[in-house]
């Protein structure tokens, strides 16, 4: 940066001028030099041959103020359109001077091509003084084939002369067209067209109806869908839906979607089926996943067995647990030994929620963790046995590798280069087969659902190859992206294996047996829902286990708040009227069905859920300790640019770099 200071004036200045002047000389010379630059005269002389190639020479007069390493031209060539370049040349006295190819752009009359479609070349070195509205002229060759449309027996031309892509004004346009006699213009054409000004984002485009008299085929823009698009877009929407089907008809011959026949069961049905098997093993069996559930479960049977002593403080979220171990833990086995030894460790018979906390507050503790290899082999003892069904998961994988290398393949070789609405696709295709492999772990989970709940699971992987081939039907297929066959074979082969895997997800792990077991658990699970939808539900307290392992902790909560608001309203409208005593077969008949019992204590709305609370917290365990960390960081900013064009040929953009 430099600093001129020049001193100016007579002896008789005022101090304060003399003081401003001597400031404003101060400023640094780059702050009048702003970077600004607009076109003069952008003159276009084009030909239209007898084969329908367009040759053009493009003279721009551009003026330069600030800092500007030299121009830019950005072409615009729509797919099947072929682009001849033949030459760049600067304006000198007394005729044009060619411009040289260099990669480096060192020295000022170099150009190269800063990519596929932008050319770049130099005006000035980084050590010259900045420009001052320098006017420079320079003439661009190039040749342009397949912009004709064919409509009918006539064609069309439809070209934009200019580059509404640029920052600068273009003050004066001036187009000369001519053609080969074997093109008839069906309207008036000029000599000379002019325009201008035309503001940054205005173009000039020519749309000319054309009748051809010549002999021979001249190259036009076929805007017809490709056969490759075509036949990508029918394997992609094809294979799809061929996978929806088939998973429909796999999964309708396991058994899957046969109903729920909850009209079947009773309390000898319950006892057959569910009441016989502990309840942890029920709740892991049901759903294929071990949980918070489950110990919850296991805590309530012992407690109802026997095994195990309760008492819960506090009511709600803040209720803690205290338990004490009521006979020898040698007697136990399973899942049951394993967790008494580590809820009463160093051999107490006494343990609460703080002391576990206290305990394992340095090395963190995990019932769930704890108890799953006792629970996974009592789980594998009920199931029955049988073939586990093949599913797709090598197939996702060699597609996703074959679609990934076909990808970087192409771009190495430098026919495909992945734009940032490429990478953003991606990406969100992964997101979709992520969405759609979480919706499947929940469906094989709740293996009650039926064929309409798998079609919504169905919806990412359905998404996700829609949207594939709407990109390639409507983008690729019309030419708004060039897409090398390369390009295309990745971009189905990823979505291929992305909706595969998004499939795979729903599709069941167990054997014919096995599902049929856990749609009967399923079935008793579905009893125990409607009945908690009752006031007076045909369960019994003793059950509770069972409801808590089946995930319907809330439910029975629902049903306590529900009977308490009823006991609340009845007390209220009969505490002015004589009592009537219930006789002794109703208080024992009351005494043995469901009271909203909670592990061991009962006593109306509240009890259930405060227990199931306190033994939720037991049965969280201990989070580990994380180590102290620290990281450093700073924000980061990104910029774009974007630019529109209308469906003429041609335009681009220019200006500088």
């Known amino acids: ?281 029920i709740g892991a069996a049901w759903d294929g996943s071990i949980g918070t559930p489950e110990v919850v479960a296991l805590i309530a049977r012992m407690v109802g067995e026997g095994k195990l002593e309760s008492q819960v403080e506090g009511e709600g979220r803040h209720s803690s647990m205290t338990l004490r171990l009521k006979v020898d833990r040698s007697t136990l086995e399973g899942q049951e030994r394993t967790l008494v030894t580590w809820l009463f460790f160093d051999g107490r018979t006494d343990t609460s929620t703080a002391l576990v906390k206290e305990h394992y507050r340095d090395q963190g503790f995990n019932p769930v963790n704890e108890i799953r290899p006792e629970l996974e082999a009592s789980v594998q003892q009920l199931l029955p046995e049988g073939n586990t069904p ?79 081939a709407v990109f390639l039907w409507f983008y690729a297929g019309t030419g708004a992206v060039d897409l090398p066959a390369e390009a295309l074979i990745g971009i189905v082969a990823v979505t291929l294996a992305l909706t595969n895997a998004s499939i795979n997800g729903l599709r069941s792990r167990q054997s014919r047996g096995a599902i049929a077991l856990r749609k009967t658990l399923a079935t008793g699970r579905e009893f125990f829902v409607s009945e908690l939808r009752k006031d007076r539900p045909a369960l019994r307290d003793e059950w509770f286990p069972w409801a808590l392992a089946f995930g319907l902790g809330s439910a029975v909560d629902d049903w306590s708040v529900r009977q308490s608001r009823k006991n609340t309203e009845v007390n209220r409208r009969t505490s002015t009227e004589p009592s009537i005593p219930a006789t002794p077969s109703e208080s024992s008949a009351s005494s043995e069905m469901w009271t909203g019992f909670g592990g061991g204590r009962s006593g109306g709305a509240g009890a259930s859920a405060s227990w199931a609370a306190a033994a939720g917290g037991m049965a969280a365990g201990v989070s580990a300790p994380k180590p102290s960390s620290s990281s450093e960081g700073s924000d980061s900013g990104s910029s774009g640019s974007s630019s529109s064009s209308g469906s003429s040929s041609g335009g681009g953009g220019g200006g500088g770099w």
């Open 390 to 468: 093949r599913t797709f998961r090598l197939e996702s994988v060699v597609l996703f590798i074959l679609g990934i290398g076909a990808l970087l393949f192409a771009w190495l070789i430098g026919v495909f280069t992945p734009t940032a609405s490429v990478l953003l696709g991606l990406a969100g295709a992964l997101v979709l087969a992520g969405i759609g492999w979480m919706a499947g772990a929940v469906f094989r989970a709740q293996v009650n659902w039926g064929r309409r709940a798998a079609l919504v699971c169905l919806a990412p992987a359905m998404i996700l190859a829609a949207a594939a």
């Open 1 to 281: 940066m430099k600093w001129h200071i020049v001193v100016r004036g007579e002896l008789g200045l005022p101090l304060s001028y003399a003081v401003l002047a001597f400031l404003l000389l101060l400023i640094p010379t780059s702050a009048f030099a702003q970077r600004e630059l607009h076109w003069d005269t952008i003159e276009v002389s084009g030909h239209l041959d007898a084969l329908g190639e367009l040759r053009v020479v493009e003279t721009q007069t551009m003026v330069f103020t600030g800092a500007w390493n030299g121009g830019e031209r950005r072409f615009r060539i729509q797919p099947r359109q072929k682009f001849f370049f033949e030459g760049l040349y600067r304006g000198v006295s007394g005729g044009w001077q060619r411009l040289t190819e260099d990669s480096r752009l060192n020295d000022v009359d170099d150009y190269a091509w800063a990519d596929s479609r932008t050319l770049r070349w130099r005006s000035r070195l980084p050590s010259d003084p900045p420009f001052n509205n320098t006017v420079l002229r320079y003439e661009l060759r190039y040749a342009l084939s397949g912009i004709l449309l064919k409509e009918s027996s006539e064609y069309r031309l439809n070209h934009d002369f200019a580059f509404p892509d640029r920052s600068g004004t273009i003050h004066r346009f001036v187009l000369r067209l001519t053609h080969d006699p074997v093109w008839q213009p069906m309207s008036e054409i000029r000599k000379v067209y002019t325009a201008g000004p035309l503001a940054p984002g205005q173009s000039f485009v020519l749309n000319l109806p054309l009748r051809y008299t010549g002999s021979q085929v001249p190259a036009i823009l076929d805007l017809s869908r490709p056969r490759e698009i075509v036949i990508a877009v029918w394997v992609l929407v094809g294979v799809t839906a061929l996978a929806v089907v088939w998973f429909f008809v796999r999964e309708q011959s396991f058994g899957r979607f046969a109903p729920l026949a909850t009209a079947q069961v009773n309390e000898a049905w319950l006892r057959e089926h569910i009441l016989k098997h502990p309840a942890e093993v």
